[in-house]
């Protein structure tokens, strides 16, 4: 089973910048097309960021320009900085590690709050 660990959450003002981090066990990152998700109160999950095997990236209209996602193979992790918070970004956020069409595994979530 692979263990997906987030870090990085916190509470910031608007304007300010998170690092989020996400560590996998096992060597599967190489292999596998890897992401943020974020999940608002009442809202449905939603995926901020995004890299395939092949190293595309994706991102949300919402956060494009902002955020930027980097990982490292080698290491097996996955890193989200976030710039110019907006309060719209308070939620939790997730790492999700999909190594197969069936196959996904997701982290336990961190919080992120940005004030006003």
């Known amino acids: 089973q692979v263990q997906v660990v987030e870090s990085g959450g916190g509470l910031v003002q608007a304007g300010g910048s998170l690092r989020l981090s996400c560590a996998a066990s096992?060597?599967?990152?190489?292999?596998?097309?890897v992401g943020w998700y974020r999940q608002a109160p009442g809202k449905q999950r939603e995926l901020v960021a995004g890299?395939?095997?092949?190293?595309?990236?994706d991102y949300a209209d919402s956060v494009k320009g902002r955020f930027t996602i980097s990982k490292d193979n080698a290491k097996n992790t996955l890193d989200l900085q976030m710039n110019s918070l907006k309060p719209e970004d308070t939620a939790v956020y997730y790492c999700?590690?999909?190594?197969?069409?069936?196959?996904?595994?997701w982290g336990q979530g961190t919080q992120v709050t940005v004030s006003s």
């Open positions: 096992g060597s599967i990152f190489r292999i596998s097309t």
């Open positions: 890299i395939t095997a092949g190293g595309s990236t």
């Open positions: 999700n590690v999909q190594p197969s069409i069936d196959t996904d595994y």
